[in-house]
């Protein structure tokens, strides 16, 4: 690629990923729930800080209709871990999301469940479709793995 394309180019990117996200978007796709996501979910599963180290799961929640951040959402988070399986208690959780709609958890290292690496998601709070994922890592030895939500 000639230098001048590269850097109109890399400059038209920079632009774009500065505008808020309402000028880069008028709208979204919904996120669909995923097959699987909302096995062992538990309703009102408590707001918690962190739930042990080494892994994070982290993410975004978007409104659809305008690609808005959302504030002050809850999402479930749960997984099988070095504690235990999905049922074990010290593995769920609920965080809420900050003004810019990006959330975090820390958790004890996620551990294969039926094979795979994965992660268990779920907004639920009500004002949106409720949503459930199911990400899967590549290896088990990842220590983070992102979900990001659009909401509709």
């Known amino acids: ?16 990923l500065s505008l808020p996200a309402t000028a880069r978007a008028a709208s979204l796709a919904p996120t669909s729930s995923m097959r699987g996501g909302a096995n062992n979910y538990r309703p009102g599963a408590p707001l918690v800080e962190r739930l042990g180290s080494g892994f994070t799961v982290h993410g975004k929640v978007l409104r659809a209709a305008d690609g808005r951040p ?10 099988a871990t070095t504690l235990g399986g999905e049922r074990e208690p010290r593995n769920h959780g609920s965080v809420l999301t900050r003004a810019d709609g990006s959330f ?49």
């Open 104 to 152: 975090a958890l820390e958790m004890e290292q996620i551990v294969p469940n039926f094979g795979q690496p994965h992660a268990h998601l779920a907004y639920d709070d009500g004002e949106f479709e409720t949503v459930f994922l199911r990400p899967v890592m590549p290896s088990p030895r990842d220590t983070s793995v992102r979900a990001d939500f659009v909401l509709a």
């Open 70 to 79: 959302l504030e002050g959402r809850r999402i479930q988070i749960w997984a």
């Open 1 to 16: 690629m000639p230098r001048r394309h590269f850097l109109v180019t890399a400059s038209a990117a920079a632009v774009a």
